[in-house]
């Protein structure tokens, strides 16, 4: 299992862009890497996935460099609605094939008016 | 995608007594999985239900504290038994989902033990 580590903490202000990068050194060569999101008395909530080079969707960005061996997670103009816990989660495919995540400590961004 | 819904979404309960959280998805799903999340702490998960057979608990957990019912594809109980004021988290549960390979999670239960 790839161990990842990542900032405890972030702090922003509306309309800046938010970039929180997660190392994972040991990353194994099928392993995906897998952002969640978390806000307060909620499940996570599944933000992006990425393999290599860059994924955009209609939240955010995942840039991964060649190596693999760590990532950056950007939300582009964060708003106060951001506020939340950021989980960056590699790999962990059981046997049987299921996929369950393993959660770290978490990225909690607070962003400020 | 998957809707999952969870009851109680709270409770308070005494020490020694059990909670059952029934945890409801709106498709058939093979495997359903239980996770613990202490205040402030990461999520830990307790155990994966397959339907028709023996949850399988990770370590740390077992069976007498938090047995786990699977009766059809849709539906899953976590029970917390016996409970102590150590047992104070939220229980959520989830389901798999794929394309990409990650999980849905639902609202989660927070129990309170005094």
């Known amino acids: 299992l790839a161990k990842t580590t990542q900032p405890i903490s972030m702090d922003s202000y509306e309309g800046q862009e938010v970039n929180i990068t997660c190392s994972h050194n040991?990353?194994?060569?099928?392993?995906?890497i897998t952002w969640y999101q978390q806000f307060p008395s909620q499940g996570p909530r599944f933000i992006i996935q990425?393999?290599?080079t860059k994924v955009t969707n209609e939240v955010a960005s995942l840039f991964i460099p060649a190596d693999r061996k760590s990532s950056t997670l950007s939300l582009p103009r964060v708003s106060l609605s951001d506020t939340a816990v950021y989980y960056c989660?590699?790999?962990?495919?059981?046997?049987?094939?299921?996929?369950?995540?393993?959660f770290g400590r978490g990225t909690s961004l607070i962003v400020h008016p | 995608s998957a809707v999952i819904s969870q009851k109680p979404s709270r409770d308070i309960c005494q020490r020694g007594t059990s909670l059952t959280i029934q945890c409801q998805v709106d498709?058939?799903?093979?495997?359903m999985f239980w996770y613990r999340q202490q205040p402030g702490q990461s999520l830990t998960l307790i155990a994966t239900?397959?339907?028709?057979?023996?949850?399988?608990?990770e370590s740390g957990f077992v069976i007498d504290k938090f047995p786990i019912s699977r009766p059809n594809l849709t539906f899953s109980t976590l029970t917390v038994s016996n409970m102590s004021p150590e047992d104070s988290s939220i229980y959520l549960c989830?389901?798999?989902?794929?394309?990409?390979?990650?999980?849905?999670f639902g609202p989660g239960t927070r129990l309170t033990v005094l």
């Open positions: 989830s389901v798999e989902r794929q394309g990409p390979d990650t999980q849905y």
């Open positions: 040991n990353i194994a060569t099928n392993d995906y």
């Open positions: 990425g393999y290599k």
């Open positions: 989660l590699v790999g962990d495919v059981r046997s049987g094939g299921s996929y369950i995540p393993t």
């Open positions: 498709s058939q799903v093979t495997m």
């Open positions: 239900a397959n339907q028709g057979s023996e949850a399988t608990y």
